[in-house]
């Protein structure tokens, strides 16, 4: 099973940006589809945002489509989320999951249900102040 650890995030102004960082180990990472989870003090974890094996498939919650990126580089078993003009509603601790192996891209409703992820990282504080 793949461990995952995130990096990045801590406390920025309302407007700036920000990078997180998982750093994936003890699988094949290059194999699995990849995903950013959030969870806010009092709210449920929400899905924001998953890229596909190759790269070639992302998708996103509407509250960050525009200002957030996925992306990869699987030759340093990484994904990452860009993350711009931050809001304090994007305060959270945000997750990076591994789905695991899937062979075709799947639709958002499967990559948005966080029971479809197979491992977590611990998580990372970022906190948007105003």
């Known amino acids: 099973q793949v461990q995952l650890v995130e990096s990045g995030g801590g406390l920025v102004q309302t407007g700036e940006s920000t990078r997180l960082a998982c750093a994936a180990s003890g699988g094949t990472f290059s194999s699995y589809d990849m995903g950013w989870f959030r969870q806010a003090p009092g709210k449920e974890r929400e899905f924001v945002a998953a890229i596909t094996w190759t790269g070639g498939t992302t998708a996103y919650a509407d509250s960050v489509k525009g200002r957030f990126t996925i992306s990869r580089n699987n030759a340093k078993n990484t994904v990452y989320l860009q993350m711009n003009s931050l809001k304090p509603d994007d305060t959270a601790v945000y997750y990076c999951?591994?789905?695991?192996?899937?062979?075709?891209?799947?639709?958002?409703?499967?990559?948005?249900?966080?029971?479809?992820?197979?491992?977590w990282g611990q998580g990372t504080q970022v906190t948007v102040s105003s």
């Open positions: 999951a591994a789905y695991g192996q899937l062979t075709y891209p799947r639709q958002y409703a499967y990559y948005s249900d966080s029971a479809r992820a197979r491992s």
